[in-house]
């Protein structure tokens, strides 16, 4: 098991606060339900504000994964760490060092807030659990997450109900930098989105990395969205990664026929529906 | 015009949120009954045990007595008053301590999950299978007569029948995908269920815990009727009934008639009440969906 080297070189390197280590890094994961391998040995690394996109259909794992990274499912084995610091144990001081590193963006941002509360307070609760202070000094912070992610303080005033798509999801990923984690996971974050919508939430999420350095895990099946947001990527089938490289090489010259099937699925002037019955086929007899 | 519009708005908006009369009723009347027990002293005509044998059933409307006397003279409408008292505050007890057990376990259960929520569950698939009555029976064969053995026994048979509702609740809210989202942000089960939970379940807490009132109420009549709950002199709408029996023999019903019906009338205004409030969730679910 090399975890224990991982452990080892993130300590060192965490004192240093060189630029090379992996923020992230997640090592043979497995993750089995029952019978079912959902996630089998997945292993990639994550650089301090970079981005990694995780492609696949549905049922190809990448969800599982990062919920798995989120602490949301525990894997049958392999391991994820965090700064170098291989995250175990369901300690109150565990989960609040997981937290505080990696946050996570839900497709759905309309159910992933309390229906009863306030935009302005479901931001300020993380601020109270993770940085203790005044009540004046986590309402200037949630005025200043808001204004990051572009809502009005009148937005800040409403519930989810009455607010867009996109201001939720705006809403999200401001609740999420409130407490200033070294990565987010966004899990098909703008999929329910409109186009236009999604446009502005990707800029707006492009901005966010530059601007605090933040590194992103983006699971998608769009690959557009991949391409935009991602500078390497890695593509999951059955569980298993088939492919991995700088998403504009991906994308231009796919190397598994699993990764051209998902391009040339692709609605597009010149598309070919034979081509992706053929493909299919082809990659299923494999 | 310009006066019209606004006039009509505010009658649509009224009409949607209206409530219908027979809830209105019931409320009023719950009020009535209420203000009657809490301002006894000061309301009622006589003493609730001053007994005059010569004027022992007296029919309603005699003179100086509007409900007539019960066997021993004792004024009808001011043992009512009294009554009210206990037989009110009896079932509150009742309702909040199976409120307090059935919330406790319910939570409990749908959160724990797995073997804790299966003994959890049948114990009070259990206890819900018992009669009510019966057990109340027997703990104050144990405990002998008073009301704190009645209204401990009937608050744990009447546990099941808030702790499945709340179970039920919680597990449904439990499995919406902002509780994980605050898994996510490293907020213990603990907080949780308190704070985002607990918020869902109430107004079924509520409109259960005012169907098992009305219950209460009934049962603790019966107990006092058969001369388990309240001790006499104390007055009691059950024990009041109970001591009229002879003279209903005798072919003087109303001693007993007006306690019971007072009792009738307060159970069909808490059940309406109660259907009123968990009806009014179902719509305010619906809607919020």
């Given at each position: 098991m090399n975890a224990g080297d991982l452990v080892d070189t993130g300590g060192s390197v965490n004192a240093g606060g060189s630029v090379n280590a992996p923020v992230l890094s997640v090592t043979s994961l497995v993750k089995k339900f029952g019978h079912f391998t959902a996630v089998d040995?997945?292993?990639?690394?994550?650089?301090?504000?970079?981005?990694?996109?995780?492609?696949?259909?549905?049922?190809s794992g990448k969800t599982t994964t990062a919920r798995i990274l989120?602490?949301?499912?525990?894997?049958?084995?392999?391991?994820?760490?965090l700064d170098g610091e291989v995250i175990e144990g369901h300690s109150?001081?565990?989960r609040l060092r997981h937290a505080r590193r990696l946050q996570m963006i839900f497709q759905d941002p309309y159910s992933s807030f309390d229906p009863r509360q306030t935009i302005a307070r479901s931001i300020a609760e993380p601020l109270r659990l993770h940085a203790p202070g005044s009540r004046k000094e986590h309402q200037a912070r949630v005025d200043e997450l808001l204004d990051q992610v572009g809502l009005s303080r009148r937005a800040g005033e409403s519930l989810p109900r009455d607010l867009s798509g996109g201001q939720r999801q705006r809403a999200a990923i401001a609740r999420a930098l409130g407490i200033a984690p070294r990565v987010l996971v966004l899990d098909e974050a703008v999929a329910a989105l409109d186009v236009s919508i999604q446009a502005q939430i990707l800029t707006l999420l492009d901005q966010l990395r530059r601007d605090t350095g933040i590194s992103y895990v983006f699971v998608s099946h769009d690959l557009a969205v991949v391409r935009y947001i991602t500078d390497t990527s890695i593509v999951m089938r059955h569980g298993r990664i088939v492919e991995r490289g700088e998403t504009e090489q991906i994308l231009r010259g796919p190397q598994h026929p699993y990764t051209r099937l998902l391009l040339d699925s692709i609605p597009s002037p010149d598309w070919d529906l034979d081509r992706?019955?053929?493909?299919r086929r082809a990659l299923d007899l494999r | 015009m310009t006066l019209t519009i606004p006039a009509l708005r505010a009658r649509s908006a009224k009409r949607r949120r209206r409530r219908p009369l027979i809830v209105s009723l019931a409320v009023a009347f719950l009020i009535l009954v209420a203000a009657m027990g809490l301002l006894a002293p000061v309301l009622a005509p006589h003493s609730p045990d001053a007994t005059s044998l010569l004027n022992s059933l007296l029919p309603p409307g005699a003179e100086g007595h509007w409900l007539g006397t019960d066997s021993t003279g004792?004024?009808?409408l001011s043992r009512i008053m009294y009554g009210a008292r206990l037989s009110l505050l009896a079932p509150l007890g009742v309702v909040l301590l199976s409120g307090l057990l059935g919330t406790a376990i319910g939570l409990l259960a749908a959160r724990a999950g797995g073997?804790?929520?299966?003994?959890?569950?049948?114990?009070?698939?259990i206890v819900f299978a018992f009669p009510s009555m019966l057990l109340a029976m027997l703990v104050v064969a144990v405990f002998g007569p008073g009301l704190t053995a009645p209204i401990c026994a009937l608050a744990v048979s009447y546990t099941p029948f808030v702790g499945r509702v709340?179970?039920?609740?919680?597990?449904?809210?439990?499995?919406r995908p902002y509780m994980e989202s605050y898994r996510v942000m490293g907020f213990g089960e603990l907080w949780v269920t308190l704070r985002h939970l607990l918020p869902n379940v109430v107004p079924v807490l509520v409109a259960q815990s005012t169907l098992a009132f009305g219950y209460a109420l009934v049962d603790l009549a019966a107990l006092s009727y058969l001369g388990l709950g309240v001790r006499p002199p104390d007055a009691d709408w059950g024990s009041m009934i109970s001591q009229a029996r002879s003279a209903i023999l005798q072919g003087e019903p109303w001693s007993g008639l007006l306690p019971g019906l007072v009792v009738l009338l307060t159970v069909v205004s808490v059940n309406v009440l109660g259907e009123h409030i968990g009806g009014s969730i179902g719509r305010k679910q619906s809607e919020g969906a």
């Open positions: 040995d997945v292993s990639f690394e994550l650089m301090p504000g970079a981005s990694l996109g995780i492609v696949g259909e549905s049922g989120a602490g949301l499912e525990q894997p049958t084995s392999g391991t994820v760490a109150r001081r565990a992706v019955v053929q493909d | 004792r004024d009808v073997w804790a929520d299966a003994v959890l569950s049948r114990g009070m698939d709340v179970r039920s609740v919680a597990i449904q809210e439990g499995t």
